[in-house]
C-alpha cells in the first residue's frame, strides 16, 4: 500500500508541475475514487453475466453461506450466479454490506459439494477481511491510467488526420496527446506491481482463513487442485480492469510479478503445512 502511494502521489504531484491547478487535480481524483466505488459492483456482474439468486432458487447454497457467515460472525452477502463456464468463484462490491459472491455455473459442475463449500469460505474470508474495499480502492487509479492510456492511443491510432489538418500545432497536439497516453500506460504498469503483489498476499491469507472456518485444509486444496487440472481456465480473465477477488486468475503468459494469485503449487503447500 505504501508503493501504491507514492506512485499515485507521483501522478498527482506531476499533474500539478505540469500546470493542471490543484483544483482540477483533487476534483479528478474525488471522480476516479467515486466512480469505482459505486460502478464496481454492477460492471462485474455485467462482464459475467451473473444474476441475483434467492434462497428459494439456490436453497443449498444459500444454507451454506448462512453456515458459513454464522461461524465468521458476518453479514450475509448477495449472491449471483454466472453461466460462464469456466470454473470460479468472485467477490466484488465495495464493503462487508454490499459485497456480492458470483459463482460460476462451470464451478458448481467441477466441485463436490464440500470442495463448493471451501471455495465460499474463502470468498467469506474475503469479505471479512475487507479486501473487497482495499482491492477496490487501491486499483482505482492504476485501472483509469491503464483506460486513459488505451483510449489516447486508439484515438491517434483511429484518427492521424486529425492531428495533421492545423500543421504544425496539430502535430504538437497529437504528439502531446500520444506522450500523455505512454506515460499513462507506464505509470500504470508501475502500479501493478505493488497492486498484484497485495492481491496474492490477500489470496493467501484468505485460504489460510478458509482452512481455520473449516478446520479442513485439504477441503480448499482439493479445490484447487480439480480448478488448476488445465481444462476449462480461461485464456483471458473476465475480472481484467475490474476489482475482483475470485478463486482463480485465467492463464496467462504474463510472470509472477504480474500474476494476480500465487501459483497453485505455494497455496497447496501452505495449506497442508498451515504456514
Not at 133 to 144: G, H, R
Not at 199 to 220: I, K, N, T
Not at 252 to 270: K, Y
Amino acid at each position: 500500500m505504501s508503493l501504491l502511494t507514492a506512485v499515485y502521489c507521483a501522478v498527482l504531484a506531476g499533474l500539478v508541475l505540469v500546470g493542471v491547478p490543484v483544483l482540477y487535480v483533487a476534483l479528478g481524483a474525488a471522480l476516479v475514487l467515486l466512480v469505482q466505488w459505486v460502478c464496481t459492483e454492477a460492471l462485474a456482474r455485467r462482464v459475467t453475466r451473473a444474476r441475483y439468486v434467492t434462497a428459494e432458487e439456490e436453497p443449498d447454497l444459500h444454507a451454506v453461506l448462512d453456515r458459513l457467515c454464522a461461524l465468521a460472525d458476518l453479514g450475509k452477502p448477495r449472491l449471483a450466479i454466472s453461466p460462464s463456464a469456466a470454473p470460479n468463484a468472485y467477490t466484488v462490491g465495495r464493503s462487508r454490506r454490499s459485497a456480492t459472491i458470483i459463482v460460476t455455473e462451470g464451478l458448481r459442475r467441477r466441485l463436490e459439494p464440500d470442495e463448493l463449500t471451501a471455495v465460499l469460505a474463502h470468498e467469506i474470508a474475503h469479505i471479512r477481511h475487507k479486501d473487497v474495499a482495499v482491492m477496490t480502492l487501491a486499483s482505482s487509479f492504476a485501472i483509469a491510467l491503464a483506460a486513459f492510456a488505451k483510449g489516447t492511443g486508439r484515438a491517434v491510432a483511429e484518427a492521424p488526420g486529425m492531428f495533421l489538418e492545423e500543421f504544425p500545432y496539430g502535430l504538437l497536439i497529437g504528439l502531446t496527446v500520444l506522450a500523455s497516453g505512454a506515460v499513462a500506460g507506464l505509470t500504470s504498469f508501475v502500479a501493478h506491481l505493488p497492486l498484484r503483489w497485495l492481491s496474492r498476499s490477500r489470496e493467501l491469507a484468505a485460504d489460510r482463513a478458509a482452512a481455520d472456518l473449516l478446520g479442513q485444509p485439504s477441503l480448499l486444496a482439493s479445490a484447487l487442485l480439480k480448478v488448476h487440472d488445465g481444462a476449462g481456465i480461461p485464456v483471458r480473465d473476465l475480472r481484467r480492469g475490474l476489482p475482483a477477488l475470485g478463486l482463480v486468475a485465467g492463464r496467462t503468459s504474463r510472470g509472477s510479478l504480474m500474476a494476480t494469485h500465487p501459483s497453485v503449487h505455494v497455496r497447496v503447500a501452505r495449506l497442508i503445512n498451515k504456514r
